[in-house]
């Protein structure tokens, strides 16, 4: 399967490219995004692309957007992205890679939840006995389920930096006290309806990221991606034991060979091997027939 490691869609003009996501200005009011086959590790772009990789994001966001409108809006709108796109030549970086979303304005903000004691919080919980400022029992252990999920923010960094935890109070000093509050609410819904889902299919969401914006009205919508394996982690439940690491179908696979190596986790990063680009792609394809099993 051929990957797509930029896009090209000259006809439009383009907005930003992210670590994983090229945006275009569709017309006044819509953004087409573009979900490459980038994969970052530690905020740092990587050499490689993961073939299909953002198929699969964009059938996940595009199957959890529609799941949890209920309980939040989102950026979603009806129109094509093939038709976007003037030039028919453009439109083969846009098939099942692509879709058209309402222009909001972003928050500052990362919306991090987290069921699990693992990666920083589980640093944090041996340093402190609290998980960002949030203390919790003692004795828990690695990968071991928290008595509840946890709404930890952190800043959003741009390509090449590193986010940052911060406080609940710190986030409502960027974005506002009572949106802050929504944002917790909303993100602590979508991940226990997404974590009840994936349970049943097979998959435990530890933890998950999500990204919110303002429309012109002021209302919250959901946007970016939701509950992907860029966006989460995703563990296989029949593999799971506390006190260990688990079996996953997320891109701590590419984390786990990055930290073998000599590397300072800063740009310029290095190149993956063949076999871990291969076992990447299957693990995300996993993840998608999964949870998107009938």
């Not at 050499?47 to 529609?66: C, E, H, M, Q, Y």
């Not at 004795?139 to 935890?165: C, I, M, Y």
């Not at 530890?206 to 982690?233: H, M, N």
């Not at 930290?259 to 063949?274: H, R």
Request: a negative charge; one cysteine or more; aromatic letters at 8%.
């Amino acid at each position: 399967m051929d990957a797509v490691f930029e896009s090209a869609i000259n006809s439009l003009p383009l907005l930003h490219r992210g670590k994983v996501r090229d945006v275009y200005q569709a017309d006044d009011d819509h953004l087409l995004i573009v979900t490459t086959d980038r994969i970052s590790a530690f905020d740092v772009v990587l050499p490689n692309a993961i073939p299909g990789k953002g198929r699969v994001l964009t059938a996940l966001s595009d199957f959890w957007f529609a799941r949890t409108a209920a309980l939040v809006p989102n950026h979603q709108s009806d129109l094509d992205p093939l038709h976007a796109a003037p030039e028919l030549r453009e439109r083969r970086d846009l098939r099942e890679r692509s879709v058209v979303v309402k222009k909001t304005r972003p928050l500052p903000v990362e919306a991090i939840v987290r069921g699990y004691l693992l990666g920083s919080g589980w640093r944090d919980y041996r340093e402190t006995g609290a998980v960002c400022g949030i203390a919790l029992p003692a004795g828990l252990q690695l990968a071991e389920r928290l008595p509840q999920p946890l709404f930890t923010p952190s800043t959003k960094a741009a390509v090449g930096e590193h986010d940052v935890n911060i406080s609940f109070d710190a986030a409502a000093a960027q974005i506002g006290r009572d949106v802050a509050a929504r944002v917790r609410d909303a993100a602590l819904a979508i991940y226990r309806a997404g974590a009840e889902h994936a349970f049943r299919r097979g998959i435990i969401i530890a933890d998950a990221k999500f990204e919110f914006g303002l429309d012109r009205d002021g209302q919250l919508l959901l946007i970016d991606e939701v509950l992907t394996p860029d966006s989460s982690r995703f563990w296989d439940r029949q593999g799971y034991r506390p006190g260990a690491n688990p079996p996953n179908f997320d891109k701590q696979f590419v984390r786990d060979y990055l930290e073998t190596l000599d590397w300072d986790k800063t740009a310029p990063a290095p190149p993956l091997p063949d076999e871990v680009v291969r076992k990447t792609a299957e693990r995300y394809r996993r993840a998608h027939d999964l949870l998107l099993a009938d």
